[in-house]
């Protein structure tokens, strides 16, 4: 029996592996609305990345979306009734784990906001990018993927600003990106950076609409610096910052690919 939601499928919605798990952690995992209208592989992989792991997954069944657009389009009062629903429905869940740091964050900070007191939003005190969570709860330290190809890494600004997944460029704190930490661990991989490493891609959701002129402009000069790298992938946690990129590179029949690094992770699983 498979779990369907739009195009995303997991063969049984609870998968336990006794191999080595992770103190016996529920994990409810999260796929965004747009990854699985737009890039279900991305879902798949995360699913089967976590299994291999040996943890304990659930796909909880009628999850919608986490309400971003709404509330960054100004219909919070719309907003707000999506996330009671998203809390009640991963409230059972250890962790609630996504391949998207923008829906992450967005879950993280603002679904208290959104609650107005009115209850206490628990999903928001549990909810992790898929990055984030296997580097500070897992603590991976091997992986069996295989990917021999040259990547530039795209650092979403939701994943380095709300959610500390790389340090940003203009703080003087210590170095670090937990998305390269991760893709280290992966054979054949060469990593690269782009200059200016965490400039925004110019997606930004709503900002792409209402400035669409401005948003194409800074996407494509953010392509410039990935190419400049000799990369034959741009990877990230974000598939809203990848899509915009991607979308504009085609435009501008630019030979790069684009891949989450949730594939690369899971690359031959």
Known sequence: MSYFFGNFALPNNRIVITEHTC?????GLFIPCYVDALYPEVGVATYK????????????????????????????NMAD????????LFA??????????????????????????????????KIMDVVEFLHDVVKVQ???????????????????????????????????????????LVDGITIREPER??????????????????SARMGSD???????????YITGPDSSCLMHMQGIARRQHRSIQFIHVVQILAAGL
């Open 81 to 88: 009734k999506i996330a009671g629903r998203f809390d009640q």
């Open 197 to 214: 490493r965490d400039e925004c891609c110019g997606f930004g959701g709503m900002f792409s609409v209402e400035e669409p002129d401005v």
């Open 142 to 184: 091997r992986l069996k993927s295989h990917f021999p190809h040259v990547v530039s890494i795209h650092n979403s600004c939701h994943g380095v600003r709300e959610l500390g997944l790389s340090s940003p460029s203009e703080r003087h704190v210590p170095q670090f990106n937990k998305v390269i930490d991760l893709l280290r």
């Open 49 to 76: 990345l976590l299994v291999s792991l040996g943890l304990d997954v659930e796909y909880p069944e009628g999850q919608t979306c986490c309400g971003q657009p709404m509330a960054n389009g100004g219909f919070e």
């Open 92 to 125: 059972p869940y250890d962790y609630v784990v996504a391949p998207s740091a923008s829906c992450a964050a967005f879950v993280k900070l603002y679904h208290p906001r959104l609650a107005h007191g009115n209850h206490e939003c628990l999903t928001s005190k």
């Open 222 to 232: 953010k392509l410039d610096r990935h190419e400049a790298t000799g990369a034959e």
């Open 23 to 27: 103190d016996r952690m529920k994990i």
